[in-house]
């Protein structure tokens, strides 16, 4: 009875250590695969004007599709309009 509690516990532990090697490798894969889909957002926010009109697509429809929000007020012109 005693080799089958041990052989028991030894099974729990090996469990343990290759569930966590899995939880482990499922957030690595989550953060890989955010990382990829960042790195595709940059590049596509980065692309000229002229690869943008090849494709019939406007700035303002690529900032949209980006999540990129211009401020209301810029503030570049708010300080030359005071000089």
Same mark, same amino acid.
């Given at each position: 009875?005693?080799?089958?509690? @041990? +052989?028991?516990? +030894?099974?729990?532990?090996?469990?343990?250590?290759?569930?966590?090697?899995?939880?482990?490798?499922?957030?690595?894969? $989550?953060? $890989? @695969?955010?990382? @990829?889909?960042?790195?595709?957002?940059?590049?596509?926010?980065?692309? /000229?004007?002229? &690869?943008?009109?090849?494709?019939?697509?406007?700035?303002?429809?690529?900032?949209? @599709?980006?999540? &990129?929000?211009? /401020? !209301?007020?810029?503030?570049?012109?708010?300080? !030359?309009? +005071?000089?």
């Amino acid at each position: 009875m005693t080799g089958s509690t @041990a +052989h028991t516990s +030894h099974f729990g532990r090996d469990a343990g250590f290759g569930g966590g090697l899995r939880i482990g490798k499922q957030f690595l894969d $989550a953060v $890989a @695969a955010r990382a @990829a889909a960042a790195i595709d957002r940059s590049r596509f926010a980065a692309l /000229p004007s002229r &690869y943008l009109d090849d494709v019939g697509m406007t700035e303002a429809e690529r900032a949209a @599709a980006v999540g &990129y929000d211009e /401020p !209301a007020i810029d503030g570049w012109r708010v300080v !030359a309009s +005071h000089l």
